[in-house]
């Protein structure tokens, strides 16, 4: 937690000439938003239940999805989702594309040196997920040895199978490039396990009549909004509008809709 207070303490150095940006939460002529008037957001909509369409295969939703909308709220601004690959989310924050990723970003010492984040506004693990009834009972990720695993592609789930694979576990890798294909094929029985975020896994299995089991969840990492480094007056009022947002109850009233709990309070302890 040494790194988020830090995160936070250098967004709130900046926050005076944040307000003078967006003074009175509208948005001043130079402003740093990329399209004025608009808060352009990044995410790999396909990430249920943090960012993913409406049954009318149009409509953005999710946790992420009210997230955005809550913070553009709070500067005084429009919303606009832009829907990006995931292998390629990174680069669009750099180039212009977008102003802000919020699309499930785990906080890395790494991704620290090259981007600005917010502090983290909610908790995220890993968690493996098999069929109801399966013999699959995983006390740890040594577990999926001799196993057909799913995960998505570009993510913590895949950098962690790589690292095992490398390690000299043995499995079988099926990699996806999103996370709503690896539950398809469990659901169709062609591969034994899932490895995922805990927030996707707890999705799944509350779905009514769902066939879905977590049988295993590790240690919790934080997720943030992620920014172009060096941009930190718009990180700043980010980070401003989060506090609010926190202190007004929003956040939490966000978790309850999408979780039935709240999952986001823990990482502002």
């Not at 396909?46 to 553009?72: H, N, R, S």
């Not at 990723?101 to 620290?112: A, G, K, P």
């Not at 590790?218 to 926190?246: F, H, P, R, S």
Request: glycine share 12%; aromatic share 8%; net charge negative.
């Amino acid at each position: 937690m040494k790194r988020i207070a830090k995160i936070a303490g250098l967004a709130l150095a900046g926050l005076a000439l944040a307000q003078g940006v967006f003074a009175g939460g509208k948005q001043e002529p130079g402003g740093l938003t990329i399209e004025k008037g608009t808060l352009t957001v990044g995410m790999e909509i396909g990430y249920p239940p943090m960012e993913y369409f409406d049954i009318d295969g149009v409509t953005p939703i999710g946790f992420d999805v009210q997230l955005g909308k809550a913070l553009a709220d709070k500067l005084g601004l429009k919303v606009k989702y832009v829907d990006t690959a995931w292998d390629g989310i990174f680069a669009g924050v750099n180039t212009g594309k977008y102003d802000v990723i919020i699309s499930s970003v785990t906080i890395t010492e790494e991704r620290l040196k090259v981007f600005n984040f917010s502090a983290p506004y909610i908790q995220n693990a890993q968690a493996i997920v098999a069929a109801k009834g399966s013999p699959i009972k995983a006390q740890g990720l040594e577990d999926l040895a001799g196993l057909k695993v799913a995960y998505q592609a570009e993510t913590n789930s895949d950098d962690i199978m790589t690292e095992l694979g490398e390690g000299g576990l043995k499995f079988t890798p099926l990699e996806y490039d999103k996370v709503i294909n690896c539950f398809d094929e469990l659901r169709l029985g062609r591969t034994d396990a899932i490895l995922c975020d805990s927030v996707v896994a707890y999705f799944y299995a509350a779905q009514p009549n769902n066939p879905y089991e977590i049988v295993w969840e590790g240690m919790g990492d934080e997720l943030g909004i992620c920014m172009k480094k060096g941009n930190d007056v718009l990180t700043a009022a980010v980070q401003g509008a989060l506090d609010q947002l926190y202190a007004d109850g929003t956040v939490q009233k966000i978790s309850r809709s999408i979780f039935g709990r709240d999952l986001v309070s823990p990482v502002r302890k």
